[in-house]
Nanobody, 123 residues
Framework: VQLQASGGGLVQPGGSLRLSCAAS????????MGWFRQAPGKEREFVAA????????YYAESVRGRFTISRDNAKNTVYLQMNSLKPEDTAVYYCAAKSSAHYSDSVGQYDYWGQGTQVTVSS
């Protein structure tokens, strides 16, 4: 399974970005797709997760109401729409896939990782 994240960039506080994660190489519709982020000097942390089918979703408290995870099954792509961005959202964002159908916010539970995409929120 290969995951390709894109869409990061520099944005002003209050702005928006949409990250994309294109999956290839045999992802199953039972997989859980997640977004994590890692700021300099900090551990990687959970941001959001969802499934390909009914698309239940889960969010970290710090982003709930501002970020939305969605998917396009035809394109095998998962998105993270980020609104009302804050400087503390600055981090490298990673998409990940979990091959069992149970939600988790734990880094160690995800089996596949994409390369990161940098998000910088600054005026």
């Amino acid at each position: 399974v290969q995951l390709q994240a894109s869409g990061g960039g520099l944005v002003q506080p209050g702005g928006s970005l949409r990250l994309s994660c294109a999956a290839s190489g045999g992802t199953s519709r039972s997989y859980i797709m997640g977004w994590f982020r890692q700021a300099p000097g900090k551990e990687r942390e959970f941001v959001a997760a969802g499934d390909w089918r009914g698309f239940s979703s889960y969010y970290a408290e710090s982003v709930r109401g501002r970020f939305t995870i969605s998917r396009d099954n035809a394109k095998n792509t998962v998105y993270l729409q980020m609104n009302s961005l804050k400087p503390e959202d600055t981090a490298v964002y990673y998409c990940a896939a979990k091959s069992s159908a149970h939600y988790s916010d734990s880094v160690g539970q995800y089996d596949y990782w994409g390369q990161g995409t940098q998000v910088t929120v600054s005026s």
